[in-house]
Structures are given as structure tokens and as C-alpha cells.
């Protein structure tokens, strides 16, 4: 029988990104959340100086999360998927590695969040997309 | 031989577009009949004064009365006024069970005469709905005989038609060529008659459900056809299904003597209607925008996205997508790489104004918060100014894709969707380019 059985358990995307941003928190990131781009909606952007890191939180569907997270490419310098499964799949770790996105994990019983896959730092910004994003981040007042 | 651009009327708010990129770009417009019924002034002065006399076609629509109720009727459970009016123009049965039941063939069997009613206020209707307004229009009293004709009458007469499937052809097909039958009698003077097939794509898997509804039609008399395949998206669609579509639709031409009009068509349609595919029809409609493919049960809602047209893909991708497609092409480096590899249409060329950067425009959008469960989620919205540029961009496109079908021999249509396909395949994956593949192979 697991020991954490009876502990209150990630339930749904709110609480692991509300999860997230503690995290981010915690290691000086300015942190946004549900931040336009393009037509799509971010879970969480944490800038730390001048650069961006975006983050998609996904419980379930992990392949849609990386498909949001193609979109990002345009504006971020490093992009993660956020997941709180019990397990890591290799196979997500494989898919992770061969695009260069990173991954948080957190644990669904302790919400204990940590960086299991850095990501690369992305090479494909379009800078003019870029500079839309910094001035929509401006207009954004849910700074965490 | 020249390929007929129709477009299909959805609101007022597109109707500037109707004559763009010039006026009479379009051969003419089709216009449903419950916005016949809901403004026919305003439509009177579009055709009139908006568009210079454009030539119109009205769908009766007379399938909205064989679908579960909740279809046609508004949130309080009423039938919508628009349809309510037309069940009162068409008269019974559908005048006494619209709203309370769906029509079925079964209606029509008590009192055969009841087809015959039906298919004569039909036509009534789209004699004078339109034309009347038109003759009480300001601007109609400059026009003068021909010219007046043209303008006020339908280009073609629809007999009335019921939405038919592999399981309810056996009911709705015989009294869809009956009512074409009947229609054609009813012709007045120079009148054209045209009869509508409305069929799900199930009924293109089936050559004998195909043949079957070429040879029923060969005797009606009818001028021409509307063509109209439930939600048939040509990128999407298989070798079978669009290879079944060109088989009925060569087979209604009956040897290029009858009109077809493909509804709700794109590109593969257009290279149909042109060299490529030999004119199996002599017309292709869409909408601005949204129309090259549409289900037969209106569906709506949802965030509209900024969509732009790739001309070698001949599809409109949502912006996010093109942008990325476009950059890994190596396309956002320049304007001038820009305009050689993408287009160099007016609209692009107005848009970039010589600064790559500017294609940015195509996918501004604006954020707004929406209410979701207790609180709020912000969604972006494309801005005013971006919806209007890729729908220019895809206007001119489409006039141009009209073209070419027209000019450009079926060896060089082919050759170009071959070349496209090999181009995009570098960075994006079979399922989003396969499409170039199919169309080439089927008109080979």
C-alpha cells in the first residue's frame, strides 16, 4: 500500500500550475500565467533577467502538451512541459530530448516540484513575434 | 473554357468583398434562402448597389425541414422567424410540421400533390423574393430592360431537395427527381432550372449509389446542378471519395451539357472545373473565408483564428502554424525571398511594405477575458485589421488559383501540385501536404 495514499492529490491543471508558480517562485523567477501567444494560451511564462522560459502543465495527454509547446518556439529561449504523473515515461523523456524542451515534474501526493530534463536553449525565435510577446507580457497584471 | 467564381453570401459585414479584388470579379452569389426571407432589403441593395448588378442564386434550403427540430429553432424553442416564413412560402406539409416534427418521405406519401405544391411555391418564392425587393429598391429605377432582368431575376431556379445518406437514398431520391421533374415543368419563359444534390460522403463510397443518382437525373430536364458534399474537406479527403465526386459530377454534366456548380469547393474542385480535370464542372462557390467546406447541420461557436492562405498549399493555416511553416522554409528572412517563394499578391506586398518583419500583421490579435468556470481566462481574438488582410490575401489568391486552372495546361497544374508537394515536405509532415499528392495522382 503507498504510504501517501491518504495525502490530498494534484487534482486538476489549476492546482499543479498554482503548484508550479510556488516553485518559480522560489527560485526568483517573475512568473505569468495564462499568457497569450499567437491565438494560444500559455500555462505559465517565468522571465528571470532577460530571458523567457515557457511552461505548458499538462495531467494527462503529455503529446498534446508538446504540440502547444511548438508554437513557443517563436518566442522562447526555453520551453518545458510540466507534468504530475507518479511515473516518467521514457518515452516522453525520449520525445523531450529530441526537441530540446525541458521538463518540471511534480510529484502528485507531495507537490514537490523538480527540474527532471533541462532544456536546451531554443534557436528558432523569431524576433518580431518576440517583441509582441514582451509588450503583451507589459499589458499582463496577474504577475505571480 | 472559363471556370464560373461563385460566392456564397453568409453576412452583411463580408459583403464589401464581393467586389474584390474588382467589381465583377464574381460571376455571381448564392444566398441562402432564410436570409433571403430575414433581409431581403438589404440583400436587394447589395445586388443592386453594392455590387453592381451581381448575379444571384438562392438555395431554398428546403432540407432545414427534414432535420431534428432543435436545428431550426432558437433558444426559447421557437422556429426561427426566417425559417418560420419559409415554411408559410412552401405551405404544406412543411407549412404544418416545421418546428413540431422532422419532415420525413413518408409525409409526402397521403397526398402526392403535395410535391407538386411544394416544388411550385418553391420557385415562387425565389422568383419574387429577391426581385421584388429589388424593384422597390432607389437605385433599380436607373436600370432599364435587359439590364433590369439580370439583375432582378435568379440566374437559376432550384427545385426543392431533401439532404440524402447511404441509408435514406431509397426514400429521398425519388422525390428529389420528382420535385426537379416538376420544377422543370413549372419553367416561365427563359427560365433556368437547376436541381440541388445535398448527399453525405458515405454515398461517395458506394459507385452504384453514384450511378444510380447520374441516371435518375438524366431524364428530369433540369439546366444544371448545385452540389453540395456534408463537410467534404478536400485536403482531408481520400483518393476514393474525391475520385467518386469527380465521377458524379462528370456524369451530371452529361457530356458538358448541363451547368455543375460545386457549392462548397476548393482548389481540387477548381482544377476540376479547369484543364486539369477536363471542366467536370463549369463552377466552383466558397465562402469569403470559411466556405470551402460546410456541414449540411449548421455547427457553430468557437474562437475565430487567424488564418493564412499558403498558396502552394492551397490551404489556410491558422498563423501560429504558417508562421513557423514559413520561417523553417526560410521564407521570413527577406521580403523580396518573401515575395518570390510566397506571394507577391497586393495585399502581401502592401501588408510587408518591404520590411519582413510586417508579416507579423497577419497574425495580430488582441486579448480579451472570457468567463470559464469561477473565474476568467484570457483568450486572444485576430484584430479587425488581421482577419481583413488574410482574407484579402485569400481572395486574390482564390481569383488567381481560378486562373490558372483556366490557363495552365493539366501537365503544368499537375507538375506544380508535385513540385509543392516536394518543397513543403521538408518541414512538415505527410499528413498536412498529403493532399498535394492525392489531387495529383486523381487527375493524372
Not at chain 1, 529561449?77 to 507518479?86: E, M, P, Q, R
Not at chain 2, 425565389?126 to 432582368?149: F, H, M, V
Not at chain 2, 450511378?211 to 467534404?232: H, K, P
Request: aromatic fraction near 10%; hydrophobic fraction near 35%.
Amino acid at each position: 500500500m503507498r504510504m501517501h495514499s491518504k495525502a490530498k492529490k494534484i487534482a486538476n491543471e489549476t492546482i499543479l500550475v498554482s503548484t508550479l508558480v510556488n516553485y518559480l517562485n522560489l527560485l526568483d523567477y517573475e512568473v505569468f500565467i495564462e499568457v497569450p501567444n499567437m491565438g494560444q494560451s500559455t500555462d505559465i511564462v517565468a522571465r528571470k533577467n532577460r530571458w523567457l522560459t515557457f511552461i505548458e502543465a499538462k495531467r494527462h495527454d503529455w503529446k498534446k502538451g508538446i504540440e502547444q509547446c511548438k508554437a513557443h518556439e517563436a518566442v522562447a529561449d526555453f520551453i518545458y512541459l510540466a507534468v504530475s504523473s507518479v511515473n516518467i515515461s521514457d518515452e516522453l523523456l525520449h520525445t523531450l530530448r529530441l526537441k530540446g524542451y525541458g521538463l518540471l515534474h511534480c510529484d502528485p501526493y507531495t507537490w514537490k516540484c523538480r527540474t527532471a530534463l533541462k532544456a536546451t536553449l531554443n534557436r528558432k525565435v523569431w524576433m518580431p513575434q518576440r517583441n509582441v510577446l514582451r509588450k503583451s507580457l507589459r499589458s499582463i497584471n496577474n504577475e505571480h | 473554357m472559363s471556370i464560373d467564381h461563385w460566392m456564397m453570401f453568409s453576412t452583411f459585414a463580408e459583403q464589401d468583398y464581393f467586389r474584390f479584388p474588382k467589381v465583377n470579379t464574381y460571376t455571381g452569389c448564392i444566398i441562402n434562402a432564410n436570409m433571403a426571407s430575414h433581409a431581403p432589403a438589404g440583400l436587394a441593395a447589395f445586388l443592386v448597389e453594392k455590387t453592381s448588378g451581381i448575379r444571384y442564386i438562392i438555395d431554398p434550403l428546403t432540407h432545414a425541414f427534414q432535420h431534428e427540430t432543435s436545428c431550426i429553432t432558437n433558444s426559447k424553442n421557437e422556429v426561427k422567424k426566417s425559417i418560420r416564413e419559409l415554411a408559410n412560402n412552401y405551405g404544406d406539409p412543411i407549412m404544418t410540421k416545421v418546428g413540431k416534427k422532422p419532415l420525413h418521405p413518408s409525409d409526402f406519401a397521403d397526398n402526392p400533390a403535395d410535391l407538386n405544391t411544394l416544388a411550385a411555391n418553391c420557385l415562387q418564392y425565389q422568383r419574387t423574393q429577391l426581385s421584388e425587393a429589388i424593384l422597390n429598391n432607389d437605385s433599380a429605377k436607373y436600370l432599364e430592360g435587359l439590364e433590369l432582368d439580370t439583375v432582378k431575376n435568379p440566374y437559376s431556379l432550384v427545385a426543392p431537395y431533401f439532404y440524402m445518406t447511404r441509408t435514406t437514398i431509397d426514400e429521398w431520391l425519388p422525390h428529389n427527381v420528382e420535385m426537379a421533374k416538376i420544377a422543370v415543368s413549372k419553367k416561365e419563359n427563359s427560365e433556368k432550372v437547376f436541381a440541388e444534390v445535398v448527399i453525405h460522403q458515405n454515398i461517395l463510397l458506394s459507385e452504384d449509389n453514384v450511378n444510380r443518382i447520374i441516371m435518375s437525373y438524366e431524364d428530369t430536364g433540369v439546366d444544371g446542378f448545385l452540389i453540395w458534399v456534408d463537410e467534404l474537406d478536400e485536403h482531408d479527403s481520400d483518393i476514393e471519395i474525391l475520385s467518386r465526386l469527380l465521377t458524379l459530377v462528370r456524369g451530371l454534366r452529361n457530356n458538358g451539357l448541363k451547368e455543375v456548380i460545386n457549392l462548397h469547393g476548393g482548389y481540387f474542385s477548381i482544377l476540376a472545373a479547369g484543364n486539369a480535370g477536363r471542366s467536370a464542372l463549369t463552377g466552383v462557390s466558397h465562402g469569403p473565408e470559411f466556405g470551402e467546406h460546410r456541414a449540411v447541420v449548421p455547427v457553430g461557436g468557437g474562437i475565430p483564428i487567424s488564418r493564412y492562405y499558403i498558396p502552394e498549399l492551397h490551404n489556410r493555416i491558422r498563423y501560429r502554424e504558417a508562421r513557423r511553416i514559413l520561417d523553417d522554409m526560410g521564407c521570413l528572412t527577406s521580403s523580396e525571398g518573401f515575395h518570390t517563394n510566397v506571394c507577391n499578391c497586393e495585399t502581401c506586398q502592401t501588408v510587408i511594405e518591404g520590411k519582413i518583419d510586417n508579416f507579423i500583421k497577419f497574425g495580430d490579435f488582441t486579448a480579451k477575458n472570457i468567463p470559464r468556470g469561477d473565474g476568467f481566462v484570457r483568450r486572444q481574438f485576430p484584430t479587425t485589421d488581421a482577419k481583413e488582410i488574410c482574407l484579402k490575401h485569400y481572395l486574390e489568391r482564390k481569383v488567381l488559383e481560378y486562373k490558372t486552372a483556366e490557363t495552365k495546361t493539366k501537365d503544368e497544374l499537375i507538375a506544380a501540385l508535385s513540385d509543392s508537394y516536394a518543397k513543403y515536405s521538408q518541414v512538415m509532415s505527410l499528413e498536412e501536404i498529403s493532399h498535394l499528392k492525392v489531387w495529383a495522382k486523381i487527375f493524372e
